[in-house]
């Protein structure tokens, strides 16, 4: 599992008009690619009439699934700019369908690649990033007159906190970078004056808006 990584916050759509010619941009997470080719699919059945539903997706830790298709555009003047885009903002797991209905004004080769690769990354921008950081899921077990205390100091540190169980007594789960763990533990021990129990939970990512 990658420390951290790059991806889009979910599904956006976006719209752009050069000459007269409507591009609309798809984004969507697809973390295998039978999820990119389902969704590729799904966006060419909802604009079955567009001139073209050109798309790209790239998916993987290493980025080794890549695949773009220009749907009917002259050869690389949609489908690969498209792709360079995801490449150049580092995105992982990420599918993207450009649909095109055409105006009547021809672009050329050269206005078709800076069209498609423009209604991408507007429709990048306009979905979100996210960067997903791996952390451990630290549990905090402790007495009830403990949690005001416990959770307004957690509230105000860098640790982000994931939920709040209250049963016999309340467990506090936090998100944790590996190499913090042990910082964690003893900021805690001495928030609660050993009064907490503290153990190691699953790994999971955490995810953050980012501007890009």
Known sequence: ML?????????????????????????????TEEEAINFIAEIKKKHWNATHNCSCYMIGEHDQIQKANDDGEPSGTAGVPMLEVLKKRNLKDTVVVVTRYFGGIKLGAGGL????????????????????????????????????????ELRSSVYDIKDIHYLDRVTI?????????????????????????????????LEKDIEM
């Open 3 to 31: 420390p951290n990584y790059y991806t889009v916050k979910g599904y956006g759509e976006h719209e752009i008009v050069i000459q007269k010619s409507r591009f609309i941009a798809h984004v969507n997470r697809a973390e």
């Open 113 to 152: 690649i800076r069209a498609y690769s423009k209604s991408v990354s507007e429709g990048l921008n306009h979905t979100g990033i996210v960067e997903r950081r791996l952390t451990r899921v630290m549990h905090t077990t402790l007495d009830y007159h403990l949690l005001g205390k416990v959770e307004n």
């Open 173 to 205: 789960e936090t998100f944790v970078e590996e190499g913090d763990k042990e910082t964690f533990k003893k900021w805690m021990t001495e928030l609660t004056n050993g009064q907490a129990a503290i153990t190691e939970g699953d790994m999971l990512y």
